[in-house]
């Protein structure tokens, strides 16, 4: 970064904007973000107060991913700021622009094609508005994403997947089947296995089939008993050929001859519409260069975050266990702004929309700051994960704690990896989760904590999630909560929060739903004056899991007042105090000396 001191603003038009002019006034604006980076960097050396990067409305699309490193920060406690311009609407897009060019290609079916298609992606949208990539069944259901068909079972030893043979007949003739996904959800698993043709094969009742590598392994690992269909046969879909294109609103990309095909809706008019797939993985990445040089003190405000994918599944299928927590390798660990070794970020009043796997994303190193005020709608996985490292106990460097994630509505999350949770926080710190709504999502709101593998400390500590608003979850997947937690956690409080409508689905099998979830090792936590209103299970504690020295306080089944009016999103929300707690105690557990808290 710059040494010298400014208080410049620099502003970026993406349409009339220069890349060539100086930045500092509306009528000499940059053109890109990348390049009012650039501007910011040459001078941010010795702030003497905030430097702010004005977006202009209209869609910023980015070619490549907008990285930040540790000279982008802010210096002298400054902020760098990126925000919208006035009441203006900037939408930070990665994705390609897919109008025009349509002819229509059965006019029977109804089917449009575009050809010269080369960009691979597993998402589209069609006047901004959500599509479904070809199946079969087709999804009619937006809550469960059924109806499904139903397996008998697996083979783990042979790896097979075995399905009935009568509702496939055929299934030899689908176009393209080695590119054919069979999606299978096992409880809380979703497994995508690419089909293996060749070594695929039926009997007098029964289909096998095999998957290709590397997913072939993992989708078996959890043994045949996980996939015990008896009394609730594991639901599956198959996904990926053109002769499932058969319902409107839903598309298939030849890739081999890099054909699009879709199925417009009723007043999609194809010369006109709007058509757009995703490019990047990653909009924006803060990588700090370790835990003692971090990416600091940077805000984004204001803007709109559309268009990224993840094509991972199609080259290599994938196995996800809850939190769409990918086990084949190279593992997925990002989002749209995906951020590690970082200090004092701040996302604020920022939408977050199409998605291709989660919204955002702190690895590892991530402290202080907030993620407040902030919509998050039409998610194909998570919408926040904080330490998506995931490894247990980090060292003070790699930790994520003392973030604030508040006041934020997330909805229709997991929209193609369906076990994909509102707010994950793996092995963390001194959380601030409160006053959010998170709804319609087909697995858990909120999970708090990792898989310890046994009574011992594992880096989660201190956590609050306080005032939040959860319904309309578990609305396929069983095994779940409004608000779960995993693992040993000395002063974490679960406290004035709202569950509601939070039932079985009775679609995937049979362990607990409920308000609240205590599940493996859970420890030194306290649950007080939550209202788990119309929930299959209010409280359920895993004590064959482990589960021990849990307080319950006065918690409800009914919709208490002095819980529900004050639960969830708030338009005129107050900015939590914060206070220095140095012996915050539960039983049992105690904080460490000199730990932040929320009142």
């Known amino acids: ?217 993992s989708i078996f690992a959890k043994g045949d008993s996980f996939w015990d269909s008896a009394t609730y046969p594991v639901p599956y879909f198959f996904e990926n050929s053109i002769d499932f294109l058969d319902a409107e609103g839903e598309w298939f990309h030849d890739t081999a001859t890099s054909t699009l095909y879709y199925k417009p809706r009723p007043g999609e008019y194809m010369p006109t519409a709007t058509i757009e797939a995703p490019l990047l993985e990653r909009l924006i990445q803060i990588t700090g260069g370790s835990s003692g040089n971090k990416v600091r003190n940077v805000r984004f405000e204001g803007l709109t975050f559309t268009q990224t994918g993840w094509n991972g599944p199609s080259t290599k299928g994938s196995a996800m266990t809850q939190g769409s927590r990918e086990l084949v390798q190279p593992f997925a660990k990002h989002g749209a702004i995906t951020a590690q070794y970082a200090d004092n970020l701040d996302i604020a009043f920022c939408k977050f929309r199409f998605l291709g796997f989660t919204a955002i994303s702190y690895v590892k190193g991530v402290t202080g700051g907030s993620i407040r005020n902030c919509d998050f709608r039409w998610l194909s996985g998570n919408g926040i994960v904080i330490h998506d490292d995931g490894t247990q106990s980090p060292s003070a460097g790699e930790e994520c704690q003392n973030i604030r994630i508040v006041n934020n509505g997330i909805y229709r999350f997991g929209q193609q990896y369906s076990n994909g949770i509102g707010i994950v926080s793996y092995f963390v710190k001194r959380m601030l989760i409160a006053d959010n709504e998170i709804c319609y999502g087909p697995y858990m709101g909120t999970q708090t904590g990792g898989q310890s593998g046994g009574l011992v400390d594992v880096g989660i500590k201190d956590n609050i999630l306080r005032n939040n608003y959860v319904h309309h979850v578990m609305q396929f997947h069983d095994d779940g909560a409004a608000f779960y937690t995993l693992g040993r956690q000395q002063g974490t409080h679960v406290v004035d929060n709202w569950a509601d409508t939070i039932q079985w689905a009775e679609l995937t099998g049979a362990y607990p739903v409920a308000g609240i979830y205590a599940d493996n090792y859970s420890e030194f936590i306290t649950y007080e004056r939550n209202g788990n209103v119309n929930c299959s299970r209010a409280i359920n504690q895993n004590t064959g899991g482990g589960v021990q020295n849990i307080r319950l306080i006065n918690n409800y089944t009914t919709a208490e007042p002095t819980i529900t009016d004050y639960a969830g999103r708030k338009a005129n929300h107050v900015w939590p105090t914060k206070i220095e707690a140095e012996s915050m105690t539960t039983t049992g557990g105690t904080t460490e000396s000199g730990a932040s808290a929320y009142s």
């Open 1 to 217: 970064c710059g040494t010298v001191a400014s208080a410049e603003d620099f502003y970026v038009d993406p349409v009339s904007g220069n890349n060539a002019n100086n930045g500092t006034s509306l009528v000499t604006a940059f053109k890109t973000i990348e390049r009012a980076r650039q501007a910011v960097d040459a001078i941010n050396g010795s702030m003497t107060e905030d430097i702010t990067v004005h977006l202009r409305g209209g869609i910023h699309r980015l070619s490549s991913t907008l990285a930040l490193g540790p000279g982008d920060s802010g210096t002298n406690g400054f902020t760098v700021v990126y925000q919208n311009y006035g009441s203006e609407v900037p939408i930070i897009h990665g994705g390609v622009d897919l109008s025009g060019g349509w002819v229509l290609h059965d006019a029977v079916k109804n089917i449009y094609k575009k050809t010269g298609v080369t960009t691979q992606f597993r998402q589209l949208t069609v006047n901004a508005s959500s599509t479904i990539r070809a199946r079969t069944p087709n999804q009619t259901n937006p809550d469960t994403l059924g109806p499904y068909l139903t397996m008998v079972g697996i083979d783990a030893a042979a790896q097979e997947a075995i399905v009935p043979r009568v509702p496939i007949e055929g299934w030899r003739s689908v176009a393209g089947l080695a590119n054919v996904e069979m999606v299978m959800h096992p409880h809380w698993y979703q497994y995508r296995g690419r089909i293996d043709p060749d070594a695929s094969y039926q009997n007098a009742t029964q289909v096998r089939f095999k998957f290709q590598s590397p997913e072939n392994g």
